[in-house]
Structures are given as C-alpha cells and as structure tokens.
C-alpha cells in the first residue's frame, strides 16, 4: 500500500466527504485513490485560498471537520490568509500540504517553500516522513481538529514519501471518534453556582465555543432558570435565538463592536456575568473597557490561553462549555430548589422596550426611498422574503458586516456565519459556497462589497459548476467605502486609491449564475424573490445593489432608554 492511498483510507474512515482546493505540485499521489474513492468527493476551487475557505465555511455550517488540499510554493503561500482566519475564529479546518520529495528540500528548488510558515497559525502540524507514519500522523491531525478548543491542522505531504509503499498490515486506522473535551473542576462550578444564584441582575454572554461545543440547548436552559438576558459573540452568534425575549443580540459585556442597543443598555445593569466560550479578542469582542468594581466576572473557555487575556476573571474556568453548562445547571438546580426560576416578566419587558427603541430609531434608514439606497436597507427588505429558520445568513468584511451583523435576527445554531478574529475581504465567497455544500437544504445568503468581490467573486463559478446555489447580495458603492467616505480629507485615502468600477451582476451572468443589478430602492423585494426562485430551481444567483457609501453603526456612549 502506498501511503497516499493510506491517509485517503484515513480520511474515509473519519467521515470526510469533501476536499477543496486546487491541483498543485505534491498533491499527485493522492488522486489515484481520491479516484477511486466512493466516499469523498475532491473539486477545484478558483484560488487556494478560496478552497481553504469554502472547508472553513462548510466546517462552521456543519460543526464537521473541513478539508482543503493545496501544493508547495505559491499554492501554499496562497492558502495563508484563510488558515488565519481558520485560526483566529478556532474552526476545525485540515489543509493537506503537497511538498517536494524530502531529498529535495533545502536545496532552495523551485516553488520550494517549508511548511513553517504556518507555525503561528495553527494549532497543529505534521510531516509525514515515512509510509508508516500515516497513522500517527493523521490520527493526531484529527484529535486536535475536534479536541478541546478547534483550530485548523495543517498536514505536510513530501511527493516521495506519499509515492512509498509500506506491507498492507502495517496500516491499521481507527478513527479517533468525537474529539476529547476537558472537564471542569467541582470547586470552580460551585463558585460560579452561588454567584449567579446570589447575583441580582446576572447576564450570559455566548461565543463561538458555545457553538463548537454543540451547548445551545444547555445555554438557553440556563438563560430561562435565571431569567439572564443573552448577547452573544459575531461567531456565536445565532447560538441563542434572537427571537427569544432574553435575547439582546451582538453585544457582550461590558461593551464590543456592533452592539445593539438592547445590550447597550442591559448591560449597565448586570452585576455578575456568565462569559462561556468566548476569547475576548480586541476591538470586536471588547473594546477593551474595564469592568467596573463590584461586578463578577465568570469566564468558562477550553483554551487556557484566553482565560485571564483580556480581563482576569472572578471565576476562571478551563472547560468545555457543553460540559460546564452541564455541571452548572445542575449546581443552580440545587441551590435553587424545586419549582424555582423561570422568566422574569420586568426583565422580558425591559428587554422589549430597549429593542423597540432602538429599532424604531433605525426605521427612517431602514425604509429610506432615496436613491442610491444604503446598505441597511438592502437587509432589512431581504429579512422580509426569507425564511429565517431555513437561511444560513454569511457576511463579508467592512461594511457588510457592520451593515448585517447588528440586525439580522438568526433564529437557529449555525444558521448565522460570522467571521470576527481576521476579517478577510472576500471571506463569504468561499463560506458561502462551503456552507451550501454541508447545508444543501437552506438557502445561503452572503453580502458582499464591491471591493471584496473584486477579490474573490470568480468564486461565483465554483458556486454554479458544482451545483451549489448561492445567494450573493453584492453591495456597490463604487470602492471602498471608508476610503471613499474620507478621501476628502487631508489625511484620507487619495481618489485613485479609493474609487472603483465594474458591473459585477454582467460577471456573474457571464459565469452561468442569475443576476439582476438594482438601482431604486422600491426594486429590492422583486428583486430578491426572483433570485431565490433562482436559487430553487438549482441556479446560483447575485442581486447586485447600488448603495452610497454610509458608516457602519456608531455607538453612543449614552444610548439606554
């Protein structure tokens, strides 16, 4: 047996179904098995870096492991920014690195290019240097992709090591199962138990781990018994439903970017807060306030690493959030009692009254008929033509996100793909497709800049040659926005480096996908329902929208009711 056709048995036996990427030197090896195999389905995407993302995509709409295959040299180099983003939101995502024979390395050939420049970007790496080494190697590669915090892996794949052959005994692979998660300790729940029970305004806030860790019915249990209200994370977002009457939305304590005004004004209130899963990472997951004296601070993560990063915590706990969740509920269960808990009519209220505001704060731009429209109004009239429990909603960088991410109301876990730690423009190209890939039965939405789609929108051709069909809502204000926004100004980007062109809805025709430009706000709608038949009728779609350039939302320190 080759050692190709072993880590293809290996991935086969862990479940994988797909690998995207783009052909490359050192990859050759493993398509003689990938061939042949009945169980994984290999494509190309138009750039290594997009295949790296459609697996980061699929790997957040699925909570599976995603896979994405690229070779040395550039193709290598290529894949760097969305392994950073992988790295920084804690995505499971294993990239198969094709490299030279290792004879060859270190004698500066062409396209020669080592594997270290990944080390700060992930959370494991591997170079299997013998045939017998696959086991080992990809059984480690899958222990760390779905054990404790997830991160990406990178595995590195010399041609003639992958080309060698090894008795057919000596590959026996078991599948590592669901990954190993760390517990937490007795003492640290018991802590954290009385702080809530005895707290008089406690809060939870929810993070990407939460999601990871598969918690959402733990979390919104808890929520309930203590009547918490719930903000959460850009990547947990959607591991609470928005619609739920404790739901604040983005926006966790004590204050971080895209917050709404409901969290704006709650959190003022809290006493002691419950933070499981998420990393504190500057500016987006705080802007870096201090907590005032007198409030608690309960910190639950799987990496000790963001434990006591950002703030030190009252009660640091080192676990999983699902277990810890587990172990938490049953701790406040006994302090409490039987029959004791539930929602607390004055907190739903008060809730209510701060969502209410704030929206109808937003109403004017929202509905605004001028032309050309805004962003905000691009999404709200989307909100009202789909079904929010069958959309997976995915934004971009810059002002997409600031545009989306505060408004849309996801209802379900993982129904809602936010990118906050690297914030790559072009990112939901590749997530779009990745997500419709793991959820074929969900209309996937993503919006996108002008700009970023100048990066990646040829990715709208993988969407359309593989049957996946997308919804890309493309918003044009002819460049970068901030950039055009403050190009007046002396210390502002210059014009040339600012203003952009192009009739993006003519590409994505041209690449086999519906597409419409709109230019009257009163179009959007139509516009909308004609891309999702589109999309139903198994055709890729853009509505591409012309908007003026408009800042994303600011937030006043004094917002509250």
Avoid: C
């Avoid at 480690?140 to 990406?152: D, E, H, I, K, M």
Wanted: proline residues 6%; negative net charge; hydrophobic residues 40%.
């Amino acid at each position: 047996m080759r050692a190709a056709d072993a880590l293809v048995k290996a991935l086969e036996a862990e479940g994988v179904t797909y690998i995207s990427g783009f052909a490359g030197g050192g990859l050759a090896p493993l398509f003689p098995a990938l061939r042949e195999s009945e169980t994984i389905k290999l494509f190309a995407a138009r750039h290594e870096r997009l295949g790296v993302e459609i697996a980061d995509g699929y790997a957040r709409a699925t909570g599976k492991v995603g896979v994405a295959a690229t070779g040395t040299g550039p193709g290598a180099t290529n894949t760097l920014t969305g392994i950073a983003g992988a790295f920084a939101d804690n995505i499971p995502v294993l990239l198969l690195m094709g490299q030279h024979p290792l004879r060859n390395l270190g004698k500066e050939y062409q396209q020669e290019v080592s594997s270290s420049i990944f080390d700060t970007l992930v959370k494991w790496k591997g170079t299997i240097t013998r045939a017998d080494e696959v086991s080992t190697i990809m059984r480690r590669a899958f222990t760390n992709l779905r054990s404790g915090s997830p991160g990406p892996v990178v595995v590195e794949m010399p041609q003639d090591v992958m080309n060698s052959e090894m008795p057919d005994d000596a590959f026996a692979y078991q599948p590592v199962g669901p990954g190993r998660r760390p517990a937490a300790d007795p003492g640290d729940i018991e802590k954290a138990a009385d702080l809530l029970v005895e707290a008089k305004y406690p809060i939870l806030n929810l993070g990407g781990g939460v999601l990871s860790a598969g918690a959402a019915e733990e979390a919104k249990e808890l929520a309930e018994l203590l009547s918490m209200p719930v903000a959460t994370t850009l990547v947990g977002k959607g591991v609470f439903p928005e619609d739920h009457p404790l739901s604040l939305g983005l926006g966790v304590y004590p204050r971080s970017k895209y917050a709404t005004g409901p969290a704006l004004h709650i959190n003022r209130k809290a006493d002691v807060v419950l933070a499981l899963g998420n990393s504190y990472r500057l500016p987006n997951g705080t802007d870096g306030r201090p907590i005032p004296e007198g409030v608690k601070l309960i910190h639950v993560n799987a990496d000790e690493g963001d434990l006591n990063k950002t703030y030190q915590a009252d009660v640091a706990i080192l676990a999983d959030a699902k277990l810890a969740l587990q172990d938490l509920l049953q701790a406040v269960k006994d302090r409490l009692g039987p029959g004791r808990g539930g929602l607390k009519e004055e907190v739903v209220a008060e809730i209510q009254q701060a969502r209410d505001k704030w929206l109808g704060e937003w109403m004017p731009t929202f509905t605004d008929t001028s032309t050309p429209t805004n962003g905000y109004r691009v999404i709200y009239d989307l909100m009202q033509v789909i079904d929010k429990d069958k959309t997976i909603a995915v934004h971009d960088a810059g002002g997409s996100r600031g545009y989306l991410s505060p408004f849309w109301v996801a209802t379900k876990p993982r129904n809602y793909i936010g990118m906050g730690g690297m914030a790559a423009m072009g990112w939901s190209m590749g997530g779009a497709v990745g997500a419709k890939l793991g959820r074929p039965d969900h209309l996937v939405v993503h919006l996108i800049g002008d700009a970023s789609f100048g990066m990646t929108g040829m990715e709208i051709e993988t969407a359309v040659r593989m049957g996946l069909p997308t919804l890309t809502v493309l918003i044009n204000n002819g460049g970068t926005g901030g950039g055009i926004m403050g190009m007046e100004r002396p210390g502002g980007a210059p014009p040339a480096f600012a203003q952009l062109g192009g009739n993006f809805s003519q590409v994505a025709m041209a690449l086999g996908a519906y597409a419409e430009r709109v230019e009257q706000p009163g179009e959007l709608t139509e516009a909308y329902r004609r891309a999702i038949r589109a999309t139903e009728n198994g055709q890729a779609a853009m509505v591409e929208v012309m908007i003026k350039p408009m800042r994303t939302p600011d937030l006043p320190d004094d917002w509250s009711l």
